[in-house]
Each structure stands twice: as structure tokens, then as C-alpha cells.
């Protein structure tokens, strides 16, 4: 284990596990509301084809543009033919836009394109990939980001900067970025199937910049993320908040379709300050596969609150470089087969059962890799 690593890995635990701990405690509807999340997702992913069409209409029906793509070379074609070339592009998180090589798509056909997450920010200026599917750049300490954004970005900070002064060069430096920006990308939380909306949930601010400043908003999801009403989708994103230990949120937004006013005779017309364009992205690349295997399925339902990584003992071990990137972790090793058929990160599992104990979602991670480590070998000995 890296020196760095260990001590930016036993400084995030001592922040987050405790705090997830009195969360849970303090707002015990919390997992009430995880229960009926789980339940929701399940009806979902028990007729996923359904879903995608009626999502589909849903948000064509509110005035955006909806697509549903079965890979990530049909997913850059899309995202390629909107943004164009010479353009500004801010992203907000996306791991379905890293899965598909959107960002250096982008930068290929002569577009700027910057991360404005923090963490996802940090690991594009060190050109690393993500550590952990919460706070990507968890492997590095305070004093190696003051490093980096000094020897990148010119910054006037050093190794005793204080964390505040370092966000507060990026959050300068990202301003003139949003405000210049001609598309903004993200992801979401949840997809609602009956009203087309998506939810993004966040504390910085950077999503919410980057789905109303720029003109053209794009938001690039993974099929699974549909759940059937805009009630379960706001359910989703306060369960997310609560057990990546970042509750209450500061900020839960709601896209749905470009930006709208109805101040005059209370007719809906569009657009109005925010974006006069929407594009949602819906993405299969190996989803619906995994949705009508009755052991994968169950991979499925993760919300990416990255609980699981803290409590698992191989992620501690392996310095957090476990998984196919964006995917790592517990919940990582299961993705990493879905998304790539990539088997061999499952084979690092123990199966010492933290990761079940603690997912909101009450997946039983253990049992998912050990049918992909099965599975892996089946592979193996078909050659």
C-alpha cells in the first residue's frame, strides 16, 4: 500500500464512516425510503425495454430530445454530431460519459472540454483514472493536489494551502469556464419514467451551472437509472445523499426538457433563460444483457453512493485500483464484467460480506461475483 494512498484512504473513512453512521441514525426514513427505492427499481428491471420507450416519449413529450443508444461508439457519434468542433463543453459528473470516452471524443474533434467536479477535475489534470465513484480523486492527499494544481494550472498554492484556499482557486478558475461555455453535459441520479425528467443531486454547484448556463444541455445515463415516477427519482437521490454521507444534499435538481417560462396568459413556451436545447442519452452497453440474468440483474440497482468501497478490506489493499475505470471497488468488480466483460476483477474478491452489509440497496455483492468469477471460468475453459 502507497504512502499517499493509505493516508488519503484512512483519512476519507474517518470523515465518511462515522458521519453515514449518524445520518442513518438521525433520519431513520431513510431506510424506509431505501426499501421502497429498491422495490421501485426492481419493477424497472424486470421490463426494461418498456422502460426505455416510455422515458423515451416522456421527454420528447416535454419539448427534449431522447435517445437510446446500444454502445459507447453510437453514444460519441450522437454527442459528436451536437457539440460540433471549437466548442466550450463543461461537464458535470458523468461516469456513463467517462465509460464512453465522451470528454477526450470531445477534445479529439477540437473542442475545450473541462470536468468541473473536483475530484473529476483533479484526475483530468493528473490524467488519471478514478480511485472511487463518489469522490474520484480520493487517492490523493491535500498536499498532492496543492502539488498538481501548481505544476499544471500555475496556482499560487503549496503543500500548507488549506483545503478551503484550494477550492477556492479551482472554484476562480472553473467561473470563467461556465460562464464561457457553450454545452454542458452530466449524468443523473434517476430518470423518471412517467415524466422524462432526471434528478442530479449535489453539493457543489457545478452540476447546476452546467445544466442552465450553457445553452445546450446533454445528459448521458445508463438505462438502469430509470425508475417509474419523479417520486421515486427524488426518493433515489436523497437514499444516494444520505448513504454517500453527504446529507442533506445541497443542492437535488430536476431537468425536464429545455428551460421554459409561462409568465404570459400562463401559456408554456420555450425557451427562457436556461438551455434551449435538452438531449438525454440512454445507454444500453451490456444493461439489458445483465437486466434478464436473475443473479446480474441485482448489479443493476446500485446507486452509486459508494458505501461499499470504505467497508471492503481488497479495496484498502489494492490502493483503490480495482475495477475497469470509472468502476472500482465492490460494486466496481461487478460493473467492470457488465460494461466490459471483463471478469478478472471479480477474481480479487474475498467475499468478507462488508459490502452487503452496508448497500442501501441490499445487493448481495458476494454472491454477484462469485457467479462472475463462475462465469469467468466458464469463459476461460469455452477457449
Not at 445520518?23 to 431513510?30: A, G, P, R, V
Request: hydrophobic share 40%.
Amino acid at each position: 500500500m502507497s504512502q499517499d494512498w493509505e493516508i488519503a484512504i484512512q483519512r476519507t473513512i474517518n470523515n465518511n464512516v462515522p458521519r453515514v453512521h449518524r445520518i442513518l441514525e438521525n433520519h431513520k426514513y431513510i431506510l424506509d425510503l431505501a426499501k421502497k427505492l429498491r422495490e421501485a427499481k426492481m419493477r424497472v428491471l424486470s421490463d426494461l425495454e418498456t422502460y426505455v420507450e416510455q422515458t423515451l416519449e416522456s421527454v420528447k413529450r416535454t419539448g427534449g430530445n431522447a435517445y437510446f443508444v446500444n454502445n459507447a461508439e453510437e453514444a460519441k457519434e450522437i454527442v459528436g454530431k451536437i457539440v460540433g468542433k471549437g466548442k466550450i463543453v463543461v461537464f458535470g459528473k458523468s461516469m456513463v460519459a467517462y465509460e464512453s470516452g465522451i470528454r477526450k471524443y470531445l477534445q479529439q474533434l477540437g473542442n475545450e472540454v473541462w470536468e468541473t467536479d473536483l475530484g473529476e477535475f483533479l484526475i483530468q489534470l493528473a490524467d488519471e483514472p478514478p480511485s472511487h465513484i463518489i469522490a474520484p480523486a480520493v487517492h490523493m492527499t491535500k498536499e498532492r493536489v496543492a502539488k498538481l494544481l501548481k505544476e499544471k494550472l500555475g496556482f499560487d498554492v503549496s503543500e500548507s494551502s488549506s483545503h478551503e484556499e484550494l477550492v477556492q482557486k479551482v472554484r476562480e478558475f472553473l467561473r470563467n469556464k461556465f460562464l464561457s461555455a457553450n454545452v454542458g453535459i452530466t449524468g443523473a441520479n434517476a430518470v423518471a419514467a412517467d415524466v422524462g425528467s432526471i434528478v442530479l443531486v449535489e453539493n457543489e454547484g457545478n452540476i447546476r451551472m452546467s445544466t442552465v448556463v450553457p445553452p445546450v444541455h446533454i445528459a448521458i445515463v445508463g438505462v438502469e437509472k430509470i425508475v417509474p415516477t419523479l417520486e421515486d427519482a427524488l426518493i433515489e437521490a436523497l437514499v444516494q445523499a444520505a448513504y454517500a454521507g453527504l446529507y442533506p444534499p445541497t443542492y437535488i435538481n430536476v431537468t425536464s426538457g429545455p428551460s421554459s417560462t409561462g409568465d404570459i396568459e400562463m401559456k408554456r413556451v420555450s425557451p427562457a433563460h436556461g438551455p434551449k436545447e435538452f438531449h438525454l442519452i440512454l445507454v444500453d452497453n451490456g444493461r439489458l444483457k445483465a437486466s434478464k440474468d436473475p443473479i446480474l440483474r441485482e448489479a443493476l440497482l446500485c446507486i452509486r453512493c459508494g458505501r461499499c468501497h470504505l467497508h471492503c478490506p481488497i479495496y484498502r489493499i489494492l490502493d483503490g485500483n480495482w475495477g475497469d475505470a470509472p468502476y472500482s471497488g465492490p460494486m466496481g468488480a461487478m460493473w467492470s464484467y457488465i460494461i466490459y466483460n471483463d471478469y478478472k476483477p471479480a477474481l480479487y474478491c474475498t467475499h468478507s460480506g462488508n459490502c452487503k452489509e452496508v448497500c442501501p440497496m441490499k445487493i448481495n455483492i458476494p454472491r454477484v461475483l462469485e457467479y462472475i468469477k463462475y462465469m469467468g471460468n466458464k469463459q476461460r475453459s469455452d477457449k
